[in-house]
């Protein structure tokens, strides 16, 4: 079975930095892109980051652009989301997520989510 | 970026009804539209990929139409455990973006 585990989520001040990260098993990582999606309690879904199969190739959604970096490590079935500069704003559900083939244009597999608060 | 508009943004339907939720995009977006499922406390579930492929597992009675800027999901006989909130989401182009949500409530 595909598995996507989410961890890494804590409550964190304005400005502080925090690292999350997805290990994932039942597939072949390192074929699959990979997205992180964040919903801020009580809210829409956000889509955040894309990460191609190889790190080669990224992207961000304007509201994170500059703050935050997702990376993998595909030799241990990892991906990660390395948040800087954080604001209240960024206080969401963070989830993984994955298309059913390498260049899928839909998310069709989910972790549960690994909570982020940005608070003082 | 390009914006996703749904309505309504809430529905109160009965059992059997035809419920039919609209999303437009702010530009043509050929069929890149993709259409989830998300109960509360749970992770999407995807219903619809590219505008009206039926993912694998997902009851008949949804169904998904359109092209360029309008779409549209349709509950052909709405059931009790379609109580949810639906979003579309287009990958035409990144960023990706979601509509902001359709609540479906079951009388």
């Known amino acids: 079975d595909v598995q996507l585990v989410e961890s890494g989520g804590v409550v964190v001040q304005p400005g502080g930095s925090l690292r999350l990260s997805c290990v994932v098993s039942?597939?072949?990582?390192?074929?699959?892109?990979m997205h992180w999606v964040r919903q801020a309690p009580g809210k829409g879904l956000e889509w955040v980051s894309f990460i191609s199969w190889d790190g080669g190739s990224t992207s961000y959604a304007d509201s994170v652009k500059g703050r935050f970096t997702i990376f993998r490590d595909n030799s241990k079935n990892s991906l990660y989301l390395q948040m800087n500069s954080l604001r209240a704003e960024d206080t969401a559900l963070y989830y993984c997520?994955?298309?059913?083939?390498?260049?899928?244009?839909?998310?069709?597999?989910w972790g549960q989510g690994t909570p982020v608060t940005v608070s003082s | 970026d390009i914006q996703m508009t749904q309505s309504p943004s809430s529905l109160s339907a009965s059992v059997g009804d035809r419920v039919t939720i609209t999303c437009r995009a702010s530009q043509r977006i050929s069929t890149y539209l993709n259409w989830y499922q998300q109960k509360p406390g749970r992770a999407p579930n995807l219903l619809i990929y590219t505008a009206s492929g039926l993912q694998n597992g997902v009851p008949s009675r949804f169904s998904g139409s359109g092209s360029g800027t309008d779409f549209t999901l349709t509950i052909s006989s709405l059931q009790p455990e379609d109580s949810a909130t639906y979003y579309c989401?287009?990958?035409?182009?990144?960023?990706?973006?979601f509509g902001q949500g359709t609540k479906v409530d079951v009388k």
């Open positions: 039942g597939f072949t990582f390192d074929d699959y892109a």
């Open positions: 997520a994955k298309g059913p083939y390498s260049t899928a244009t839909e998310l069709r597999d």
């Open positions: 989401q287009q990958s035409y182009s990144t960023p990706w973006t």
